[in-house]
């Protein structure tokens, strides 16, 4: 079931969703009151996330979806924006993804989504789920006049 005031997005496994989704990111984090920086941190998780669920998760298979929620959408009290993003992978274990600052991994072109994600983001969760993976993001939002 959707929380209320969630912003759904589904989509079968396609790079061209990116910018519509990102559309949408930006657009829930300014009605959030999110910073410029804020913003477009939160923006570039976002970003790195669906890309990881497209290409690592359903394995660039056009026939598996995505699943991507903003929750609650502003304005509301809330005091964090929730984004969840899910594929229909196999998954993995996240504790098993290499350190991208170990020295064997620091010239590497790739392996960083999920280190960068963790710091722009104040609480990142990623967990197997029925049928798929999900990473849970949440921004800590400020309140008006703090």
């Not at 300014?30 to 976002?46: F, P, Y």
């Not at 026939?63 to 009290?77: A, E, L, M």
Request: aromatic share 6%; proline share 6%.
């Amino acid at each position: 079931m959707i929380p209320p005031r969630t912003i759904r997005l589904e989509f079968y496994s396609a790079f061209d969703m990116l910018d519509f989704v990102q559309v949408v990111s930006d657009h829930v984090g300014k009605l959030a009151g999110l910073d410029e920086d804020d913003l477009h941190w939160v923006s570039v998780a976002v970003r790195e996330s669906v890309v990881n669920a497209i290409k690592h998760g359903n394995k660039n298979d056009k026939s598996k979806r995505v699943i991507v929620d903003f929750c609650p959408v502003p304005p509301t009290g809330a005091e964090e924006l929730i984004i969840r993003i899910e594929d229909q992978g196999e998954g993995f274990v996240p504790e098993e993804v290499a350190d991208p600052l170990a020295p064997e991994n620091i010239l590497k072109s790739s392996g960083r989504g999920i280190f960068l994600i963790r710091n722009f983001m104040d609480e990142t969760v990623l967990k197997k789920v029925p049928g798929g993976m999900e990473i849970r993001m949440v921004k800590k939002l400020q309140k008006a006049g703090a």
